[in-house]
Nanobody
Framework: QVQLVESGGGSVQAGGSLRLSCAASGYTFSSRCMAWFRQAPGKEREGVAAVRSDGSTWYADSVKGRFTISKDNAKNTLYLQMNSLKPEDTAMYYC?????????????????WGQGTQVTVSS
């Protein structure tokens, strides 16, 4: 049974940093694409960053240069380092995993999801 458990969310002031973690179990961690999505109230879920099994990464334009996605295959853990946070980054952040052949930023391509962790950035 695949399980994804996010942690690390919280409340910070604009300009601050947070590191999200996603602990994975129940599948071969290194073989799957993994991604971070976020969803703000009243908005659609959007892709933030993704990493393929070969280590190649993708970022949404809105977070390029501020967020870094990484994974530790030995620990079966995905990370999202978020720096220079802005109020518009406020959202529930979700970890996702799957064998993605198409777009890394299409939520429908990921069958496995965590429960989410809240990030709130105040101005």
């Amino acid at each position: 049974q695949v399980q994804l458990v996010e942690s690390g969310g919280g409340s910070v002031q604009a300009g601050g940093s947070l590191r999200l973690s996603c602990a994975a179990s129940g599948y071969t961690f290194s073989s799957r694409c993994m991604a971070w999505f976020r969803q703000a109230p009243g908005k659609e879920r959007e892709g933030v960053a993704a990493v393929r099994s070969d280590g190649s990464t993708w970022y949404a334009d809105s977070v390029k240069g501020r967020f870094t996605i990484s994974k530790d295959n030995a620990k079966n853990t995905l990370y999202l380092q978020m720096n220079s946070l802005k109020p518009e980054d406020t959202a529930m952040y979700y970890c996702a995993a799957g064998m993605v052949a198409g777009s890394l930023m299409s939520a429908g391509n990921y069958p496995y999801w965590g429960q989410g962790t809240q990030v709130t950035v105040s101005s």
